[in-house]
């Protein structure tokens, strides 16, 4: 019996999602700087790796032991307390820190995240058609490519980690892998916590899977002991989350106070109280806004995958007794409770929380079209057709996303490159000006990965952008040569203040890439004048 004319198209549609995908990430890396977040997580490991303290951001300059890297900066935020830590130091041990070293790394784990994707449905349903697929379908995902290239978020180690453990979970559901499979298992689920506090969403999902996995056989007479084996994953995930900063804490030593840090850190009880404050309607808009940003227009391929295959999982688990079936529907089930866990208690905005439910979700729905295949003449029929369609979808949107970013960055006159001349031309220009001294600059700290490469000592401070009451509005800081400001700053309301230390000639414009308060990315360089401070107070302060 001839093949299916469409299985004929599987093979191109596979490589044109490839191509299109890494189309889109060069794109990211050569258009999108760095965001905000990405370098103050990147900065604790690359102070790690230079010697230095990984909260040396929180403190002052001669209170620690510094990083003996050229550039040190200040910033409010505690972010030493994650497993990211030590693992992206160890890689900054091999290639040295920078904005493309940061880059290739999650380049690197963005197709290792692909590929577990599809080893996790083929550890189940054994179909190859359906694993590729699912690992394609996962690495044109535009919001993983986003996160992983142009950003150093923990969001992308959290899903690898918890691919991993799935991978390992599905073996031990299964009954395969042996010991193996139940270490594996029980050394991921404790290293999973540490990665960073948002693994909680992926901790819910996979614990929630376990644990209808088990009532599953329980129904079905199976005994204590393979109970304990089922959720001692689970368990070990929660009691790790439970003490996991004691744990960092030995992992990842800092010698800067406790009560220093706790500045930088966001207080879990004061946060739930917010939400309950804000009302479920509020709620309700966050997690929609957060859902329609993972799956926007360039991820429709992606949202129609995981719809019709959860669909096709609660449709086969009422009609045909199938184990792997089975699984689909309850990892399915897992993701929605980890969907309702974030909903309760996840108090951030950033889409990249939802990326590991959005990612463990499509392995469940291509498992469930796996079986399908077997059980369903339809599917049998369609399943083909219906993956070469989405696949040419997922491509062709990549192509225009990839468009769509070199004409909006183009236009702006924004690029990773542009970028660092403006930096490195206006240091230049002030190391000149000021031989025999640090170039100090108060502002965007996230710069830092731009201006390793230099010999220059370079010193960043960065206050708090939130919008100073108007008893506190200062003036810039003296001891600084540069004010750099980015669009991070024009989203906390600083645009009055810059204004203000304009027309009274404490600062210069000297270079701008994009249109702050226009653009997504913008950087705006200033010099600072020695000027003293007129109708203002304060100094200069982190949190």
Same mark, same amino acid.
């Given at each position: 019996?001839?093949?299916?004319?469409?299985?004929?198209?599987?093979?191109?549609?596979?490589?044109?999602?490839?191509?299109?995908?890494?189309?889109?990430?060069?794109?990211?890396?050569?258009?999108?700087?760095?965001?905000?977040?990405?370098?103050?997580?990147?900065?604790?490991?690359?102070? #790690?790796?230079?010697?230095?303290?990984?909260?040396?951001?929180?403190?002052?300059?001669?209170?620690?032991?510094?990083?003996?890297?050229?550039?040190? !900066?200040?910033?409010?935020?505690?972010?030493?307390?994650?497993?990211?830590?030590? !693992?992206?130091?160890?890689?900054?041990?091999?290639?040295?820190?920078?904005?493309?070293?940061?880059?290739?790394?999650?380049?690197?784990?963005?197709?290792?995240?692909?590929?577990?994707?599809?080893?996790?449905?083929?550890?189940?349903?054994? /179909?190859?058609?359906?694993?590729?697929?699912?690992?394609?379908?996962?690495?044109?995902?535009?919001?993983?490519?986003?996160? !992983?290239?142009? /950003?150093?978020?923990?969001?992308?180690?959290?899903?690898?980690?918890?691919?991993?453990?799935?991978?390992?979970?599905?073996?031990?559901?299964?009954?395969?892998?042996?010991?193996?499979?139940?270490?594996?298992?029980?050394?991921?689920?404790?290293?999973?916590?540490?990665?960073?506090?948002?693994?909680?969403?992926?901790?819910?999902?996979?614990?929630?899977?376990?644990?209808?996995?088990?009532?599953?056989?329980?129904?079905?007479?199976?005994?204590?002991?393979?109970?304990?084996?089922?959720?001692?994953?689970?368990?070990?995930?929660?009691?790790?989350?439970?003490?996991?900063?004691?744990?960092?804490?030995?992992?990842?030593?800092?010698?800067?106070?406790?009560?220093?840090?706790?500045?930088?850190?966001?207080?879990?009880?004061?946060?739930?109280?917010?939400?309950?404050?804000?009302?479920?309607?509020?709620?309700?808009?966050?997690?929609?806004?957060?859902?329609?940003?993972?799956?926007?227009?360039?991820?429709?391929?992606?949202?129609?995958?995981?719809?019709?295959?959860?669909?096709? *999982?609660? #449709?086969?688990?009422?009609?045909?007794? /199938?184990?792997?079936?089975?699984?689909?529907?309850?990892?399915?089930?897992?993701?929605?409770?980890?969907?309702?866990?974030?909903?309760?208690?996840?108090?951030?905005?950033?889409?990249?929380?939802?990326?590991?439910? *959005?990612?463990?979700?499509?392995?469940?729905?291509?498992?469930?079209?796996?079986?399908?295949?077997?059980?369903?003449?339809?599917?049998?029929?369609?399943?083909?057709?219906?993956?070469?369609?989405?696949?040419?979808?997922?491509?062709?949107?990549?192509?225009?996303? !990839?468009?769509?970013?070199?004409?909006?960055?183009?236009?702006?006159?924004?690029?990773?490159?542009?970028?660092?001349? *403006?930096?490195?031309?206006?240091?230049?220009?002030?190391?000149?000006?000021?031989?025999?001294?640090?170039?100090?600059?108060?502002?965007?700290?996230?710069? #830092?990965?731009?201006?390793?490469?230099?010999?220059?000592?370079?010193?960043?401070?960065?206050?708090?952008?939130?919008?100073?009451?108007?008893?506190?509005?200062?003036?810039?800081?003296?001891?600084?040569?540069?004010?750099?400001?980015?669009?991070?700053?024009?989203?906390?309301?600083?645009?009055?203040?810059?204004?203000?230390?304009?027309?009274?000639?404490?600062?210069?414009?000297?270079?701008?890439?994009?249109?702050?308060?226009?653009?997504?990315?913008?950087?705006?360089?200033?010099?600072?004048?020695?000027?003293?401070?007129?109708?203002?107070?304060?100094?200069?302060?982190?949190?």
């Amino acid at each position: 019996m001839p093949r299916p004319r469409a299985s004929h198209l599987m093979l191109p549609a596979m490589l044109a999602v490839i191509a299109t995908s890494l189309i889109l990430a060069f794109m990211y890396f050569v258009n999108v700087p760095m965001s905000p977040d990405g370098g103050w997580y990147a900065y604790p490991a690359y102070a #790690w790796a230079n010697g230095g303290d990984p909260s040396e951001n929180l403190a002052g300059f001669e209170t620690v032991h510094r990083t003996t890297g050229n550039v040190i !900066a200040m910033f409010g935020w505690e972010n030493r307390s994650n497993l990211t830590v030590p !693992a992206m130091g160890l890689w900054f041990e091999l290639l040295p820190a920078s904005a493309a070293s940061i880059a290739l790394l999650g380049l690197l784990q963005w197709l290792a995240i692909a590929m577990l994707a599809s080893l996790a449905v083929w550890t189940v349903s054994k /179909d190859w058609l359906m694993s590729a697929f699912a690992g394609l379908i996962t690495l044109s995902d535009s919001r993983l490519i986003a996160e !992983a290239i142009s /950003d150093a978020r923990p969001d992308v180690p959290v899903l690898l980690v918890a691919l991993g453990l799935l991978v390992a979970m599905l073996l031990v559901a299964e009954r395969r892998g042996g010991i193996l499979a139940i270490l594996a298992a029980v050394a991921l689920a404790a290293a999973l916590p540490l990665v960073h506090v948002t693994s909680a969403n992926a901790i819910a999902a996979l614990s929630a899977f376990l644990v209808f996995r088990a009532f599953d056989e329980w129904r079905g007479g199976v005994r204590l002991p393979r109970l304990a084996i089922l959720l001692l994953p689970a368990a070990v995930m929660c009691v790790t989350f439970l003490v996991r900063q004691p744990i960092l804490d030995w992992l990842v030593p800092t010698s800067v106070p406790a009560s220093v840090e706790a500045l930088g850190q966001h207080s879990l009880v004061q946060k739930l109280k917010e939400i309950v404050a804000s009302g479920f309607t509020h709620k309700l808009s966050m997690e929609i806004a957060r859902w329609a940003h993972q799956f926007h227009p360039a991820n429709l391929a992606q949202l129609i995958a995981l719809l019709s295959g959860v669909a096709i *999982a609660v #449709w086969l688990v009422r009609s045909v007794k /199938d184990d792997a079936v089975r699984l689909a529907f309850l990892l399915a089930a897992g993701v929605v409770s980890g969907a309702v866990v974030m909903f309760a208690v996840d108090p951030h905005h950033t889409s990249g929380h939802a990326l590991v439910l *959005a990612v463990v979700g499509y392995s469940a729905a291509a498992i469930a079209v796996a079986r399908a295949r077997i059980h369903a003449t339809l599917a049998a029929r369609y399943a083909v057709p219906a993956a070469v369609a989405l696949l040419l979808l997922a491509a062709g949107l990549k192509l225009v996303h !990839a468009g769509i970013i070199e004409a909006r960055y183009a236009r702006a006159g924004i690029s990773t490159a542009q970028l660092t001349s *403006a930096l490195e031309s206006a240091i230049t220009e002030t190391a000149a000006a000021f031989p025999g001294s640090a170039v100090r600059i108060e502002g965007a700290s996230e710069i #830092w990965p731009y201006l390793t490469h230099r010999g220059e000592r370079i010193e960043i401070v960065d206050p708090d952008r939130e919008t100073f009451p108007g008893s506190k509005v200062r003036s810039p800081d003296h001891a600084a040569r540069l004010l750099v400001i980015s669009d991070d700053h024009y989203k906390w309301g600083w645009q009055p203040i810059l204004n203000g230390w304009r027309q009274a000639g404490l600062i210069t414009p000297l270079r701008e890439i994009g249109r702050c308060g226009e653009t997504s990315r913008c950087l705006e360089i200033y010099r600072i004048e020695n000027k003293s401070t007129v109708g203002t107070t304060g100094t200069s302060q982190l949190h």
